[in-house]
T-cell receptor, first 116, second 114 residues
Framework: KAGVTQTPRYLIKTRGQQVTLSCSPI?????VSWYQQTPGQGLQFLFE???????NKGNFPGRFSGRQFSNSRSEMNVSTLELGDSALYLC???????????????FGEGSRLTVL | AQSVTQLGSHVSVSEGALVLLRCNYS??????LFWYVQYPNQGLQLLLK??????LVKGINGFEAEFKKSETSFHLTKPSAHMSDAAEYFC????????????FGAGTRLFVKA
């Protein structure tokens, strides 16, 4: 069974640009969560999607957005990039509700964004 | 609100020594608790999870954790450290109504000395 796939793995952008990151969950998983990981702030929850609907949202500005497609694949977008957006962005998939979901997350290897 | 506190951002042990990584949680409802491990340049991987079935939970690579409700703790232990255990460890709590939102602790980096 293929794991969670994130693309691209590495990217470099400049301030003011925008970026789109992609995540393909494990087959059969319908929930996708996004996290930002930085040395100073640790793992911060961005948002969680299930059946194309955002169910939970972290405390991030509106520049951070996401969406989920009907095949459960998800994208997140960051507009007007700032230097502080440099981070490892992790996607995690899990079973949806009603499927004995205990909240276990399966992570991809992340997309490392550097903003210059 | 739910939260997780990991005591000690860095822990150093000798190879063969006991590993003890501390985690305390705060939750208004019975939580699901997890320990994840992250190796350099990789995502997180589940070590073990507590889902109320048993208070002593065994995970992969010889790790185990004990849920103590009275102490709101979920400490991670391993009797004998191995060099390959060097990594960052995250304690996490998952609660949610209508969806899950997992909150992670700040992480503890484990160093293993030869």
């Amino acid at each position: 069974k293929a794991g969670v796939t994130q693309t691209p793995r590495y990217l470099i952008k400049t301030r003011g640009q925008q970026v789109t990151l992609s995540c393909s969950p494990i087959s059969g998983h319908r929930s996708v969560s996004w996290y930002q990981q930085t040395p100073g702030q640790g793992l911060q929850f961005l948002f969680e999607y299930f059946s194309e609907t955002q169910r939970n949202k972290g405390n991030f500005p509106g520049r951070f957005s996401g969406r989920q497609f009907s095949n459960s694949r998800s994208e997140m977008n960051v507009s007007t990039l700032e230097l502080g957006d440099s981070a490892l962005y992790l996607c995690a998939s899990s079973l949806g509700p009603g499927q004995s979901n205990t909240g276990e997350l399966f992570f991809g290897e992340g997309s490392r964004l550097t903003v210059l | 609100a739910q939260s997780v506190t990991q005591l000690g951002s860095h822990v150093s042990v000798s190879e063969g020594a006991l590993v003890l990584l501390r985690c305390n949680y705060s939750s208004s409802v019975p939580p699901y608790l997890f320990w994840y491990v992250q190796y350099p340049n990789q995502g997180l991987q589940l070590l073990l999870k507590y889902t109320s079935a048993a208070t002593l939970v065994k995970g992969i690579n010889g790790f185990e954790a004990e849920f103590k409700k009275s102490e709101t703790s979920f400490h991670l232990t391993k009797p004998s450290a191995h060099m390959s255990d060097a990594a960052e460890y995250f304690c996490a709590v998952s609660v949610g109504t209508g969806g899950f939102k997992t909150i992670f602790g700040a992480g503890t980096r484990l160093f293993v000395k030869a």
